[in-house]
């Protein structure tokens, strides 16, 4: 057995038993920290299967973001796990979905291994077509020139998430802050580390995104590295969260997916289809999109965590 | 045994115990929890079909990874919804159980006043 072989085997290992932990674990926090484990090991499968723009995202918000979400979740809803502990179901019926889980994951590697070979690709048509656009980074291609109408409706979803998250907010708080406020000891550590990181870390987002043109990252994986620092200052109370009535905030939401749509239609109206790029500013129109997109995402993503109004915009 | 038959085994295990959560655990964030690990699996799997297709250059084809991207961000979203949704049956209902009859049973004590 090689090293390469052994040290897949004991990440395959170690990512199995922490999803099994996950679901099977006593208590609701204990399965979020194995979850955040486990996304964090996933995004080294990603890089042993060469897809680091995968890994880098994985990490972000599976380790991440997801992360946050979840243990705050967990930690609100404590009071809950003991109403719900009296519901498990009955052990035949374990029984059952034991063997219609066991049943499709069998299936599902039978499937694997039985795909033709050689595998159909479309790795030469995007290499072909780089000159087009002049980007480095194969993945970039695909999301912004030869896949862009996927990448544009994922930001119009990520909208939606927040716009459903936001109504369900109470009544009389519309417009009001997000999420409730966090208070914490200013002398503590968290409040130290929401001083320390951010500087750093909008500084790597930055350039994640920018280095994205032409290496692993991009407008996504940095975006999620800016708002995993604008968590962490709201978290800390060293900033509180923006009012679901401001302006600011809804322009900043609205400037990403509008700026692709423009750059969309201009495509239809001067070229031939809608999001076609004309060829002597493919580079420059996808790097603006990107520019553009890049605080869209923070913030909708950061909003998306913080939560729905649940205070008046004055308090 | 190499590295596509050992994550190819991984990747179903999650898809497996996934499933299996999302219908075993009663508590919502469990589920939640358990369909984020089946949705991982399924990534995974389009992450073995992108190895295979490396060729041209690439470590893999572009086209899988970049949906996985794409996929994985409206995982989050859609998670970030169901998780604020589910907070929110607990603030009004006290409660966050699935069971039709008990919900109905708690919401007719609030509609009263």
């Known amino acids: 057995m090689t090293t390469a072989t052994a040290f897949n085997l004991g990440l395959a290992v170690l990512v199995m038993v922490l999803a099994c932990w996950t679901v099977l674990a006593r208590g609701a926090f204990a399965a979020t920290v194995g979850f955040v484990a486990y996304g964090l090991l996933l995004a080294f499968i990603w890089i042993r299967l060469g897809a680091v723009d995968v890994a880098l995202t994985e990490a972000a918000i599976g380790g991440g973001l997801s992360g946050v979400l979840m243990l705050g979740a967990a930690a609100r809803l404590r009071a809950s796990e003991a109403l719900i502990a009296a519901e498990t179901i009955a052990a035949g019926r374990r029984l059952w979905a034991a063997a219609l889980s066991a049943v499709t994951a069998l299936a599902l590697v039978t499937s694997v291994l039985l795909l033709p070979d050689p595998a159909p690709t479309l790795a030469p048509a995007a290499a072909e077509n780089a000159a087009a656009t002049t980007l480095g980074n194969p993945v970039t291609n695909v999301l912004m020139a030869f896949r862009a109408l996927d990448t544009m409706l994922e930001k119009v979803v990520l909208l939606l998430a927040l716009v459903g998250v936001w109504s369900l907010g109470p009544d009389r708080f519309w417009g009001g802050r997000l999420g409730p406020r966090h208070r914490v000891d200013p002398e503590g550590m968290l409040v130290f580390l929401a001083q320390l990181l951010p500087p750093a870390g909008v500084v790597v987002g930055i350039y994640v995104f920018w280095v994205g043109a032409n290496a692993p990252g991009g407008a996504f994986q940095g975006g999620t590295i800016l708002a995993a620092m604008w968590l962490l200052a709201m978290m800390a109370g060293l900033t509180d969260t923006p009012p679901s009535g401001s302006r600011r905030a809804r322009l900043v939401l609205v400037a990403g997916p509008s700026a692709f749509l423009i750059v969309g239609l201009g495509g239809l109206w001067l070229g031939e289809a809608f999001l076609a790029y004309p060829l002597a500013y493919a580079k420059a129109l996808i790097l603006g999109i990107e520019f553009a997109m890049v605080p869209t995402i923070a913030v909708t993503l950061g909003l998306l965590l913080a939560g729905p109004p649940d205070r008046s915009a004055q308090s | ?113």
């Not at chain 2, 898809?15 to 589920?31: A, D, E, S, Y």
């Not at chain 2, 970049?66 to 049956?89: E, K, N, P, Y």
């Open chain 2, 1 to 113: 045994m190499s590295a596509m038959i050992i994550f190819a085994i991984c990747a179903a295990a999650a898809v497996g115990l996934g499933l299996f959560g999302v219908i075993t655990n009663p508590h919502p964030l469990r589920k939640i929890l358990s369909f984020n690990i089946l949705g991982s699996g399924v990534f995974l799997i389009f992450g073995i079909v992108a190895r295979r297709g490396a060729a041209a250059g690439f470590g893999g084809d572009p086209v899988p990874q970049a949906l996985v991207i794409t996929g994985i961000v409206v995982a989050i979203s859609a998670t970030a919804l169901a998780v604020a949704l589910l907070l929110r049956l607990f603030e009004a209902t006290g409660s966050v159980t699935l069971r039709a009859d008990a919900s109905a049973d708690t919401s007719e004590d609030r509609a009263a006043p």
